[in-house]
C-alpha cells in the first residue's frame, strides 16, 4: 500500500501502472501515438483493475491524429507533452478521463466508455404531474470497424456526458443491447460486407426493451449523379432516422442532442405511462377514458367487471352506441354533455345499463382533459355503484360473473331489510326517501334510546317544511312575526270583494336629463360620481338626485361595460342603452322603495360580489352575465306591495300564477317580453338559442330566488353544500384554498342564488347613513301598503307597519336577526366581506340603541 507504483509503456503503446508489490497487474490503460517523441494525450483511463482490456484483445482507441482532431473541435486545451516516461504519469492524472471495458461476455467485440472527469447529474423531466428522474442517456454504436465516423459519434456522446457502448458484431450487439437498454443506437449502414445493418435493426426490434429506442442508420453520402434514396426501407426495417455520413463531431453532436430533446424524452415519458395504467388497472373505481368526440379509448378491469363487458367489445365505440338505461331523465345526457363540453367536471347520479340488460345507479364523475391547444381532448369517468339494494345485487352477480369467491358481495345481498323500508323501496326514489330507508335500516339493530332519537329524527323529516325555522321565543314578539309572516306567507285568502289591480305607465317622462350616446358621453357630474362606482361605500342616492330618478341606465352602462356584457352578447352599446332605458322605463318612481335606485343597488351590489376572488374563481362569463342582467330586472313593474297582498286582493297577476310567486314571476316574464318586443333593445338578438336557453334559465332562476317564501331552503343548501364541505376542506389542507366541488353546476346555482339574495336585501350592510334612508324607505312602502288593505277592508298582512305605532329600529332589529344575520354569515364564509360585516354589526349596534331609548325616529336626537 505504501508503495509508488511503476509506469512501463508497452511496444504497442499501452500503459500499464502497476504497484510494486504487485507483478505485471495492468491498473491502467492510456493510448499514445506511436513514435519516439510521440505525445501522451490520455484520453482514455481504466481505473479499474477489474474491467481492463487485454491489449492483445482490445480494439483500440481512436489514432493518434483522429485524436488531435477530437481535442481541437472539443475544445480540451493543449495537445502536446513530454514522450518520456517519467512525463507520463502526470498526463494520466490530467486525463479527460475516457475509459473502456467489456460488455457482458462479448468483451473482445464490445467497448464502452464513461465519464470520469465530467460528471452528468440525472435530468428532472415531468409528464403532467409526476416527477421523473432521467439517467444519463446510454447510446450503443455498432460499427464492424473503427473509422472517423465512429470515432465522430464517440467523442460526440463524450460531449453531451452520454455512456457509450462499442459493438464489433451483431451478436455482441444484441447482447449488449438487452443488458443496457440504451436509448439511442448507431448502426453503420454504409457497407453491406461486414453485416446487414437491416437484419441488425430487425433483430433488436423483435426485443421488448427497444420500444422506447431510437435507432439511427448511418447512410452513405449520395454521389452528385445519383438520385437520393428513399427513407421508406430503413423506415420498415424499423429504423427511425437517417444520418447523412458525416465524421465532423459537432455534426454527429448536434444529431445526437436532437434525439435526446425529441424521441428520446418522448419515449421516456411514455414508458412513465406504464406505472399510471398499472394504477388504473388496479384501481377499484370503474374508469373509462374517451376521446373529444365520445369515443372509447380505455376501460379498467373495475369497469369490465362493473359493467359485464370485455374491453375489447368497448375499446373503439361511441358512447352513443352502448344501450342506454331508461331510468335515468330524458334530459341528464345533454346537461352532462353542456356542461363538460364547457370544460367543467359533472358529477352526479347516473342510470347505466350493463351488458345483460341491467339498469345499475352510479355515482360518475366527469372531468374534461385539456390537451394540445387547449382543447379538450378526452374525457375521463369514475364510476361507482350507489349503495342500493338493486346495486347490491347488481354488485353480487358482478362478482360471480368473474370468480370471486370473496364473502363481501354475498353479505351485501344477505342483508335484510324491515317491512318499512320495503315500502319506501320504490324503484324512483327521491333523496328524501333514500334518508329515510337508511335510517329505518339503522334502527333495527340500534338500542332503545338511538331508536326513539331516529323516530323523532323521522317525524321531522316527514313534515312539508323542511327548511323554515320555527320561531321559537321570537314568536312573542310581535314585530319578528308580522314582519316574517307577511314575507315568508303568500298570505290569507280574500275576506271581501275587493281587488286589487295596479296599473302601470310603461310610457313614463325623464325630460329632465339627455340621454348618454355612449358611456364615454356622460354628464361630468354624473362621470365623477361612477368613478366611485367599484366601492361598496358607493352613494347610490346621490346618483339618485343627479340622474333625476334615472340611476340604473348610467350606473348599467358602467358596470356592464366593465363586465364586457355587449361582448359576451355580441350587441352594440346602443341596444344595450335602449334595453336598459325601457327597463327603467318600468320600474314605478312612485314607490318609496322598489323602484330603480333599488334596483341599481341591487345591480351595483352584485357586481361588488362578482369581483371577489372565490366567486370570480367559481363563476364563468355566462353566469356573470345572467347576474348582472337578473340584478337589473328583478324588481320590475313592482307594484310597491307584497305578494300577500296582491293574493289576497286577487289582483290579476295572483289569478295568474296561482297565488305562487306571483311577483318574482312577473318580474322575469314582463322582463323577456320587453327585452322581445322591439329589436332596437334586443340585447339577446345576436347569441345562438343554446347560449340564449341557458342565459335564460339562470336569469329566471336568480329573479325567482329572492322570493322570500323560500329564503331558508336556499340558505341552508348553500351552507350544506358550499360552506360546510369548503370548511372541512381547508381544515383537512391547511390552506385557504378554494374547494374543489364549488365548480359543479349544483353548486354555482346556489352560488348565484346566495350572491342576489344578498344583493337584494344588503341594506343592512351598508354604511350607516345608506341603512338608515333605505330602512325608512321600506317602511313607508309597507305603512302605505297597510293603509290601503285597511281602506279596502284586506287582512292587514304587516300590522306592526302602522305608520302611528310603529318603531323602526325594531322592526329593523327583527329583519336583521331573523333573516339578514345568518345569511350574510354564510356569504361572508364564501366571499370573505369584512367590511360589510362590521357596517352591519355597527349599524345593528345603532339600531339597538334606538330601541333601547324607546325611539321611533331613525336617528338619535344628537344626531339630528
Not at 329 to 341: F, M, P, S, V
Not at 582 to 601: F, G, K, L, Q
Not at 634 to 648: E, I, K, Y
Not at 846 to 851: A, G, I, P, S
Request: proline share 4%; charged share 25%.
Amino acid at each position: 500500500m505504501g508503495c509508488a507504483p511503476s509506469i512501463h509503456v508497452s511496444q504497442s503503446g499501452v500503459i500499464y501502472c502497476r504497484d510494486s508489490d504487485e507483478s505485471n497487474s495492468p491498473r491502467q490503460t492510456t493510448s499514445v501515438s506511436q513514435g519516439p517523441a510521440a505525445p501522451l494525450h490520455g484520453l482514455f483511463v481504466q481505473t479499474d483493475a477489474a474491467d481492463v482490456i487485454p491489449p492483445s484483445r482490445a480494439s483500440g482507441p481512436p489514432g493518434a491524429a483522429r485524436v488531435r482532431r477530437a481535442r481541437a473541435e472539443l475544445g480540451s486545451g493543449s495537445s502536446s507533452s513530454s514522450s518520456s516516461a517519467g512525463s507520463a504519469a502526470p498526463a494520466a492524472t490530467t486525463c479527460r478521463g475516457r475509459r473502456r471495458h467489456c460488455c457482458s461476455s462479448a468483451e473482445a467485440e464490445t467497448q464502452t466508455s464513461y465519464t470520469s472527469v465530467k460528471q452528468v447529474s440525472s435530468a428532472e423531466v415531468r409528464i403532467g404531474p409526476m416527477r421523473l428522474t432521467q439517467d444519463p442517456i446510454q447510446v450503443l454504436l455498432i460499427f464492424a470497424k473503427e473509422d472517423s465516423q465512429s470515432d465522430g459519434f464517440w467523442w460526440a456522446c463524450d460531449r453531451a456526458g452520454y455512456r457509450c457502448n462499442i459493438a464489433r458484431t451483431p451478436e455482441s450487439a444484441l447482447e449488449c443491447f438487452l443488458d443496457k437498454h440504451h436509448e439511442i443506437i448507431v448502426i453503420d449502414h454504409r457497407q453491406t460486407r461486414n453485416f446487414d445493418a437491416e437484419a441488425v435493426c430487425r433483430s433488436i426490434r423483435a426485443t421488448n426493451p427497444s420500444e422506447h429506442t431510437v435507432i439511427l442508420a448511418v447512410v452513405s453520402q449520395a454521389s452528385g449523379d445519383r438520385e437520393e434514396a428513399s427513407v421508406l426501407p430503413l423506415l420498415h426495417a424499423g429504423f427511425n432516422r437517417r444520418f447523412m455520413e458525416d465524421s465532423s463531431i459537432i455534426a454527429c453532436y448536434n444529431e445526437l442532442i436532437q434525439i435526446e430533446h425529441g424521441e428520446v424524452r418522448s419515449q421516456f415519458k411514455l414508458r412513465a405511462c406504464n406505472s399510471v395504467f398499472t394504477a388504473l388497472d388496479h384501481c377499484h373505481e370503474a374508469i373509462e377514458i374517451t376521446s373529444d368526440d365520445h369515443v372509447i379509448q380505455y376501460v379498467n378491469p373495475a369497469f369490465e367487471r362493473m359493467m359485464g363487458y370485455h374491453k375489447g367489445e368497448l375499446l373503439g365505440k361511441e358512447l352513443a352506441d352502448l344501450p342506454k338505461s331508461d331510468k335515468n331523465r330524458a334530459d341528464l345526457l345533454d346537461t352532462i354533455n353542456t356542461c363538460i363540453k364547457k370544460g367543467k367536471e359533472w358529477q352526479g347520479v347516473y342510470y347505466a345499463r350493463r351488458k345483460s340488460g341491467d339498469s345499475i345507479q352510479q355515482h360518475v364523475k366527469i372531468t374534461p382533459v385539456i390537451g394540445q391547444g387547449g382543447k379538450i381532448r378526452h374525457f375521463v369517468s369514475l364510476k361507482k355503484l350507489c349503495c342500493t339494494t338493486d346495486n347490491n345485487k347488481q354488485l353480487h352477480k358482478v362478482h360471480r360473473d368473474s370468480g370471486d369467491n370473496s364473502q363481501t358481495a354475498p353479505s351485501l345481498q344477505n342483508r335484510r331489510y324491515p317491512s318499512m323500508a320495503r315500502i319506501h323501496s320504490m324503484t324512483i326514489e327521491a333523496p328524501i326517501t333514500k334518508v329515510i330507508n337508511i335510517i329505518n335500516a339503522a334502527q333495527e339493530n340500534s338500542p332503545v334510546t338511538v331508536a326513539e332519537a331516529l323516530d323523532r329524527v323521522l317525524e321531522i323529516l316527514r313534515t312539508t317544511e323542511l327548511y323554515s325555522p320555527q320561531l321559537g321565543t321570537k314568536d312573542e314578539d310581535p314585530h319578528t312575526s308580522d314582519l316574517v309572516g307577511g314575507l315568508m306567507t303568500d298570505g290569507l285568502r280574500r275576506l271581501s270583494g275587493n281587488e286589487y289591480v295596479f296599473t302601470k305607465n310603461v310610457h313614463q317622462s325623464h325630460s329632465h336629463l339627455a340621454m348618454p350616446i355612449t358611456i364615454n358621453d356622460v354628464p361630468p357630474c354624473i362621470a365623477r360620481l361612477l368613478d366611485n362606482e367599484e366601492s361598496w361605500e358607493f352613494n347610490i342616492f346621490e346618483l339618485e338626485a343627479v340622474t333625476h330618478k334615472r340611476p340604473l341606465v348610467y350606473l348599467g352602462l358602467k358596470v356592464f361595460s366593465r363586465f364586457g356584457v355587449c361582448e359576451f352578447l355580441h350587441c352594440s352599446e346602443t341596444t344595450l342603452r335602449a334595453w336598459l332605458q325601457v327597463i327603467e322605463a318600468n320600474y314605478h318612481s312612485s314607490n318609496a322603495y322598489h323602484n330603480s335606485t333599488h334596483a341599481a343597488d341591487v345591480l351595483h351590489a352584485t357586481a361588488f360580489f362578482l369581483g371577489k376572488e372565490r366567486v370570480k374563481g367559481s363563476l364563468d362569463q355566462l353566469d356573470e352575465v345572467a347576474a348582472l342582467i337578473a340584478a337589473t330586472v328583478h324588481d320590475v313593474d313592482h307594484p310597491g306591495r307584497t305578494n300577500s297582498f296582491l293574493c289576497n286582493a286577487g289582483s290579476e297577476l295572483a289569478v295568474l300564477y296561482n297565488d305562487t310567486a306571483v311577483l318574482e314571476s312577473h318580474h322575469t316574464a314582463l322582463a323577456f317580453q320587453l327585452t322581445a318586443k322591439d329589436s332596437k333593445c334586443n340585447i339577446f338578438k345576436n347569441i345562438d338559442r343554446t347560449h340564449y336557453r341557458t342565459l335564460r334559465q339562470a336569469i329566471i332562476d336568480m329573479v325567482l330566488a329572492t322570493e322570500m317564501t323560500k329564503h331558508f331552503e336556499h340558505v341552508n343548501k348553500f351552507v350544506n353544500s358550499i360552506n360546510k364541505p369548503m370548511a372541512a376542506e381547508i381544515e383537512s389542507s391547511d390552506c385557504e384554498c378554494n374547494p374543489t366541488g364549488k365548480n359543479f353546476p349544483e353548486n354555482q346555482i346556489l352560488i348565484k342564488r346566495m350572491m342576489i339574495k344578498c344583493a337584494d336585501v344588503a341594506n343592512p350592510c351598508r354604511p350607516l347613513d345608506l341603512c338608515i334612508e333605505w330602512a325608512g324607505r321600506i317602511s313607508e312602502e309597507y305603512f302605505a301598503q297597510t293603509d290601503e288593505e285597511k281602506r279596502q277592508g284586506l287582512p292587514v298582512v304587516m300590522p306592526v307597519f302602522d305608520r302611528n305605532t310603529c318603531s323602526i329600529p325594531k322592526s329593523q332589529i327583527s329583519f336583521i336577526d331573523y333573516f339578514i344575520t345568518d345569511m350574510f354569515d354564510a356569504w361572508d364564509a364564501f366571499a370573505h366581506l369584512p367590511a360589510l360585516m362590521q357596517h352591519l354589526a355597527d349599524n345593528y349596534k345603532h339600531w339597538k340603541t334606538l330601541d333601547d331609548l324607546k325611539c321611533k325616529s331613525l336617528r338619535l336626537p344628537s344626531d339630528s
